[in-house]
């Protein structure tokens, strides 16, 4: 099965889910989001998979969230161009298999792309 797996290699959850994946002889995709951000599209599409609303994929204890965004009420494809226009904001790790996708906090989220 093919993954993707959206990466900060600086985040050490993300590292450590990304070994996890490892130890089970799996060898994702890596995507390295900050550098290639995804864009409206590819994102929408992510967030569908996780079957979860966009503002809760959003790290809102990011200082860019609070300088811009807190107390803030926004339409989904808002939250979701605001990810795209500072992808520091995406939660990570985020794991995604063909039609599924999970976040990677805790790691042993993965579990549930593997059954």
């Not at 450590?16 to 951000?37: D, H, N, R, V």
């Not at 200082?63 to 808002?78: A, M, T, Y």
Request: charged share 35%; aromatic share 8%.
């Amino acid at each position: 099965m093919h993954f993707k797996y959206y990466h900060n290699p600086r985040c050490g959850k993300s590292r450590q889910c990304l070994a996890f994946l490892q130890e089970k002889g799996i060898e994702p995709e890596l995507i390295l989001y900050l550098k290639t951000p995804p864009n409206f599209e590819e994102l929408k599409d992510v967030i569908e998979k996780l079957k979860i609303k966009p503002l809760e994929l959003i790290r809102q204890k990011e200082n860019i969230f609070k300088e811009n965004f807190k107390g803030k009420v926004l339409s989904d494809d808002e939250w979701i161009q605001a990810m795209v226009d500072y992808p520091k904001l995406i939660e990570r790790p985020i794991i995604i298999s063909k039609n599924d996708a999970v976040i990677g906090r805790p790691k042993e989220n993965v579990l549930k792309l593997l059954s």
